[in-house]
């Protein structure tokens, strides 16, 4: 007889950890099993974000960030250093320092609320049995009457260029280099090619980043993105080759050269390290034996209904390796959603307004349509902007460029999307997620008082500019 559990949950990213905790917080018995494993082999908790994604990017972003003002910026506000020195040993241990402070802050919180974690692969059999194989390879089962899978996304490698990390890098080997490549190639010019490619940029390396598509951030409403593309190569220095083709690597002692192919033709180029960071796929291969029938789509998603339901009742998939976007906030709320439809309540979720960031400097982020978009589907739509540079609280923070733009529907004033590319655009970004949420109209965000001075005076005048009249530009 295995042990058996209101809810056994299958991988502790942001999407398993806190269907866990919200499980056991309405009750429920709950188990979580996880195959993460720190460099020491032990179980680490927090899935990909806390171990080798958003948190240690942030934390050398920040660090990076800082090292890039002193070295370029200070002088602007009259403090004068010389002898501005890296020690790269001492930031990614900060950054070490932060991951392991948080991983073990889950296993608290699991403690706290009597979740039982279990260290090993699992394996969905039929019956919901779990079958759980240990890191020596023992195996063990348990049982649920729910089952949650959250079992996360991998990188994607591809051919040409096969991670060995050691000079080819997937995410996580980008987060640890021991020393600062001067030449450092990256393929793909997505979030993590851009974030990552902007730490070592800013710690000192000559960055190459290979986009295959021709456009720029497609995703990103079209004005911000251009301004982002001009921020990101003629100030800050990133060679970004669009429209290239990554065709093979080659590998020698300590250096990668890359062949490539553009529209002029075909050529190489030598680095010290390359990262591939061209997208994830979901983390489904054999999560399930046969005769459970769980179904995966072509791309390998779980296939799931609106309520990240499977077709086997009891069997949930949340996260990464369901649709929707690969954001940690989203599955997050579908751990919290999923836990709370098995108690019998009636969660919501609105897929609309999840926002969306890039933490590269200035940041970018936004929530709902892009004005791109809103001519696709041929709306009628108004649109509003502002520049950071007319609000005093970014000159006194030496911000030069930037802006808010909002899109309205032109006959109800609902805002349709919010675009930030600025100084703590991941922090302003949540106002309009929640005026969103709230069906808010550009003349309800206009009518609130917002504090002066302060970088949401942005997005008040970028309100009041959809209707022609923002105070402090022309309209
Ligand atoms: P991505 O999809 O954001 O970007 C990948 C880029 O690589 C795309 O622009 C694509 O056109 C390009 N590409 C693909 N194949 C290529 C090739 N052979 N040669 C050159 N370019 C190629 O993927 P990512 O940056 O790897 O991130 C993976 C996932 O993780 C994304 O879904 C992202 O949302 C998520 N993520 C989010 C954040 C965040 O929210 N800040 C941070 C990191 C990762």
Redesign the pocket.
């Known amino acids: 007889m295995s042990d058996t559990y209101d809810v056994v949950i299958i991988g502790a990213g942001p999407a398993g950890y806190v269907a866990a905790i919200r499980a056991a917080q309405l009750g429920m018995s709950v188990a979580c099993v996880n195959d993460w494993s720190d460099e020491k082999g032990k179980p680490s908790l927090g899935g990909?974000c806390l171990n080798v994604?958003?948190i240690p990017?942030k934390a050398l972003l920040d660090s990076s960030e800082r090292y890039s003002q002193a070295q370029h910026e200070f002088a602007d506000h009259g403090i004068d250093i010389t002898g501005v020195k890296l020690d790269l040993n001492k930031m990614l241990k900060r950054k070490d320092e932060i991951v392991t402070g948080l991983t073990q802050g889950i296993a608290g919180l699991f403690k706290a609320n009597k979740i039982t974690s279990i260290h090993g692969r699992g394996r969905l059999l039929a019956n919901k049995q779990v079958e759980v194989t240990n890191p020596d390879s023992d195996t063990s089962k348990i049982s649920g009457t729910n089952i949650i899978f959250a079992v996360g996304?991998v990188?994607?490698d591809?051919p040409?260029?096969p991670i060995d990390n050691e000079l080819i890098l997937d995410?996580a080997g980008a987060l640890s280099i021991p020393v600062v490549p001067k030449k450092l190639g990256v393929?793909?010019?997505?979030?993590?090619?851009?974030?990552l490619g902007s730490v070592w940029n800013r710690l000192g390396s000559e960055v190459t980043v290979?986009?295959?598509?021709e456009s720029f951030?497609?995703?990103v409403d079209v004005q911000l993105a251009r301004e982002a593309q001009r921020e990101f190569t003629k100030v800050q220095g990133m060679d970004i080759k669009l429209g290239?083709?990554?065709t093979s690597t080659k590998t020698s002692k300590d250096s990668v050269t890359v062949s490539f192919e553009d529209k002029s033709g075909a050529h190489e180029a030598s680095f010290d390290r390359l990262i591939?960071?061209?997208?994830?796929r979901a983390n489904t291969k054999n999560i399930a034996s046969d005769d459970v029938g769980l179904k995966l789509d072509d791309r390998g998603f779980i296939e799931v209904d609106d309520n990240c339901a499977t077709a086997i009742e009891g069997v949930w998939a949340i996260g990464?390796a369901v649709r929707g976007?690969?954001?940690?906030h989203k599955g997050s709320e579908e751990g919290v959603a999923v836990a709370e439809r098995i108690a019998g309540q009636k969660p919501h979720l609105n897929y609309g307004v999840i926002p969306?960031?890039?933490?590269t400097h200035p940041e970018i982020a936004w929530v709902g349509i892009t004005e791109q978009q809103a001519k696709e589907q041929e709306l009628d739509y108004k649109t509003g902007f502002f520049p950071f540079a007319a609000t005093g609280r970014a000159l006194a923070m030496n911000v030069k460029g930037g802006r808010v733009k909002i899109i309205t529907d032109a006959s109800s004033d609902e805002i349709l999307g919010v675009h930030i590319l600025g100084p703590h655009a991941s922090e302003l970004v949540a106002e309009a997620v929640l005026a969103m949420e709230y069906k808010a109209s550009a003349e309800d965000l206009a009518r609130t008082v917002h504090a002066h001075p302060t970088l949401s005076e942005a997005l008040h005048e970028a309100a009041l500019a959809v209707d022609g009249r923002a105070i402090h530009k022309s309209n």
Request: with cysteine; proline share 9%; aromatic share 6%.
């Open positions: 990909t994604g958003c990017s996304s990188p994607i591809i040409p260029a995410n393929i793909g010019a997505g979030v993590i090619g851009l974030e290979f986009e295959a598509l951030l497609p995703a290239t083709k990554v591939v960071a061209v997208g994830r990464d976007p690969m954001l940690a969306w960031v890039i933490y």
